[in-house]
Structure formats: structure tokens, C-alpha cells
């Protein structure tokens, strides 16, 4: 991290050498947040009526004394407003015993924070939470660096290569946290550039830096997906069906989690994802295949109320919405209990039905409708991605080595 640039230069008197011929005045410097350059201002004000040394001294001493106060007070000599603002970036413990309500220049925070208050009412609440805990780090970079002491048009492409050098070498962040990184704060400076308050965005050309990991959930193999399953049933049936769910319909478990009764049309064969739960917020239909179909008409889910989650306390359908790591956490404990290896995941059971479906030859347009993809190049870099592509010819022929 760089050095923080120095905000002012506090006043001074120039007195021409003791000279009352010549003109006498207090400077000070100050970095002017618009141009990130320190500007040189000067008071002349009342020295040229004064005919004695002794007076200039003393009006100067006033001078120096005020301007000082004023300066070190969060003044600012250049016509930037106050504003008031809600602090999204503020740690959940001060803003309870403090507030989250500001009032400053407009510096990279507020700005962070407008964001965010937008992001909270446009995505769901766990992408909320990513959005925050990264742009707080940033914020916090940004601060530090000095970079709240100068216009956010100041910004620059070496800035943000700074902060991502900063997170790969303090945080140990992997190449996939600093593509979240990237992605997050292109988005930010884009909002900027759609309020007229920046040119261009600077995020951009990031190299690829930090760990290489691969922390994708990964489809389960048979064997052990029969153990987990068995072990599931007997000892957590609700844990069972949801991943029978994520299996067989590709709805994520946060998603799940939210799902009512009241979405899930056994007779025409359609679970209805709603908006207000969906990840991409968009209402869409997931098609039930018949072996979930008869499961969850054997577990009688008919007999419940329309606006109760089919998730709920207790194994059963209710009123009370889990947390939102309730699936994990039990997942996670039983994997574990049976010494399964920490790449099985409860995502993986989607990847495990979408694995399943591309050996059987699924059409790719198929697999993006039922996995929801936005675009069928989404699906196909998935394909990519995930699985291989099976062949006979391959696997049958392939030429002997010797």
C-alpha cells in the first residue's frame, strides 16, 4: 500500500523579509478532492491597511490561528457540500450503538454506500452480503490509502491494481475472490459513470493474480452418493428430500429454503421459483420429474397450507423459515461423520443431476431451461467446465499404446 498523500499544509505568515512595502499574507496548501493536486492559497485580507510591523503580526497570529482551526475542523476551501447519508459499510455493532446516519464531502464511502442501498433492493440478501463485506474491505483500503480525500473521478486503473495486489498479498485471497473483486467493483463504477460523476471505469485489465484453487462443489460418484442418501433418510428425511429436490430440479438451496407450499403444482408438473426468492430475481417454472413427483406426494404434502414452508422446524412443512446455513450446516456434519472427502458439497447434488442428464444426451437448450441459465453460452461453458464428453469411441477403440 502506498503512502497516504498529505491532506494540507497548515498556515504560515509570509512576511517579505520584515518588508512593508511589499505585500504580506497568510498561506496554506490544501489537496483539492476534485484534482487530487494540493492547491496554494493565500489571505491578503486587511495586512495592506496596517503601517506597522507590530499591527501585521498581529492580525497575522489571528489569521494563522483561524484558518488553522478552521482547516483542522474538516473545512475545505473549495465549494464541496456537506451531504448526509446512510453508512451501508458500517460494522453491524458500532451501527447499533452509533448509527449508520453521516454527514461529510462526498468521498468514496458515501458513494460505496448509495451503492449498496441500491444493490439491497435489487439482489438477494446473500448476494447483498457479499457485495458488502468486499466493498467494505475496499472502502477501508480506499481510506487508508487517502483516496477519500480526493474526488472518486480521481480514481485510477494503478488505484484498483493496488487494492488487488493489497488483498493477494495481506488476505492469501484466491484468483476466483479476486474476480468477485473485479466484478463487484466494475459494477460499482459503472453506478458512477450512470450518474454523470466519472468518465471511464478504471477497473480493467486486472491480471490473473492470487491463489489458484478449486473450491467448486463437484458432481458426488455413485457409491458415495448411495451412502450419503441412505444415512440421509433414515436419520434426516427433510435433509433427504432436499437433496432429491436439488437433484432432481436444479433449485438452489437457498431457494429451496424459501420455497412454499404453495409453489409446487403436483398435477401439472411444475414448481414455480418466485421472484422474490430466485437468485437472478425472475419468476420461472422448474418441470418435476416423476420420481420427485411421487415423492412428494407420498410425503402428503398436499394436506398443508398453501403459504407454508415446505421447509420448516421440526422435519415438516410450517410457518418458521430456516436459516439460511441450516442445509449447509447438517450437510456438512453428515458428510463429515461418514469421511467423505469436503469437495462433495450440498450444491454438488445439482451438479450431480446435471452431470447425470448430460450423459444421457440432454439437449443443451434443455439443460439451460432447466438449470436456468441467463444465455445457452452460460450452459455450454458449464458443460465445459463440469463435465467431459462421453465417447463409445473413446472408450471402446482408442488404439492399443503398443
Known amino acids: 500500500m502506498g503512502r497516504k498523500k498529505q491532506l494540507m499544509v497548515l498556515p504560515h505568515l509570509v512576511d517579505a523579509g520584515g518588508d512593508l512595502s511589499k505585500p504580506w499574507f497568510v498561506e496554506y496548501s490544501f489537496r483539492d478532492p476534485r484534482t487530487d493536486r494540493m492547491k496554494r492559497e493565500r489571505v491578503y485580507a486587511g495586512f495592506s491597511k496596517l503601517k506597522t510591523k507590530e499591527e501585521r503580526y498581529a492580525l497575522a497570529e489571528k489569521l494563522v490561528q483561524e484558518y488553522g482551526d478552521k482547516l483542522r475542523s474538516g473545512w475545505t476551501p473549495y465549494d464541496v457540500k456537506k451531504v448526509a447519508y446512510t453508512d451501508e459499510l458500517a460494522v453491524q455493532r458500532y451501527a447499533e450503538r452509533w448509527g449508520k446516519e453521516r454527514e461529510s464531502m462526498p468521498t468514496i464511502r458515501m458513494y460505496l454506500s448509495e451503492f449498496l442501498l441500491l444493490k439491497r433492493e435489487t439482489v438477494i440478501a446473500h448476494s447483498y452480503q457479499t457485495y458488502r463485506s468486499k466493498l467494505r474491505i475496499f472502502c477501508e483500503w480506499a481510506e487508508h490509502a487517502g483516496l477519500d480525500e480526493i474526488h472518486v473521478s480521481c480514481i485510477t486503473p494503478e488505484h484498483i491494481l493496488d487494492f488487488m495486489r493489497y488483498a493477494v498479498r495481506e488476505n492469501n485471497v484466491s484468483r476466483r475472490t479476486v474476480k468477485k473483486y473485479e466484478q463487484i467493483l466494475h459494477a460499482f463504477f459503472e453506478y458512477l459513470i450512470q450518474r454523470d460523476l466519472i468518465g471511464t471505469n478504471p477497473v480493467r485489465n486486472i491480471p490473473n493474480m492470487g491463489r489458484v484453487t478449486d473450491e467448486a462443489a463437484r458432481p458426488i460418484p ?3 452418493r448411495r451412502l450419503l442418501l441412505a444415512f440421509m433418510k433414515r436419520n434426516d428425511p427433510q435433509l433427504w428430500i432436499v437433496c432429491q429436490m436439488e437433484y432432481y430440479c436444479a433449485i438452489r438451496p437457498n431457494e ?10 403436483l398435477q401439472g408438473g411444475l414448481i414455480r421459483v418466485p421472484s422474490t426468492i430466485s437468485k437472478n430475481r425472475k419468476s420461472e417454472m422448474v418441470n418435476i420429474p416423476n420420481q420427485l413427483g411421487r415423492l412428494l406426494r ?3 404434502i398436499e394436506r398443508y397450507d398453501n403459504d407454508e414452508y415446505l421447509f420448516s422446524a421440526n422435519g415438516q412443512p410450517g410457518k418458521a423459515l430456516l436459516g439460511k446455513n441450516n442445509f449447509r450446516f447438517r450437510f456438512d456434519r ?5 469421511g467423505l472427502p469436503s469437495e462433495y458439497k450440498l450444491y ?13 444426451g440432454i ?3 434443455e439443460l439451460q431451461r432447466h438449470l436456468r441459465h441467463k444465455s445457452i453460452e452460460t450452459t455450454e461453458h458449464y458443460i465445459r467446465k463440469n463435465f467431459a464428453v462421453k465417447s463409445n469411441i473413446l472408450k471402446e477403440n482408442f488404439p492399443d499404446i503398443e
Not at 453428515?334 to 461418514?338: D, G, T, V
Not at 454438488?348 to 444421457?360: D, E, I, Q, R
Open 222 to 224: 455413485e457409491k458415495e
Open 348 to 360: 454438488s447434488f445439482k451438479y450431480t443431476g446435471a452431470s447425470a442428464l448430460v450423459s444421457a
Open 298 to 300: 407420498d410425503i402428503g
Open 256 to 265: 429451496l429454503r424459501q420455497l412454499r407450499i404453495g409453489d409446487i403444482d
Open 334 to 338: 453428515i458428510r463429515n461423520k461418514l
Open 363 to 365: 439437449d443443451t437448450w
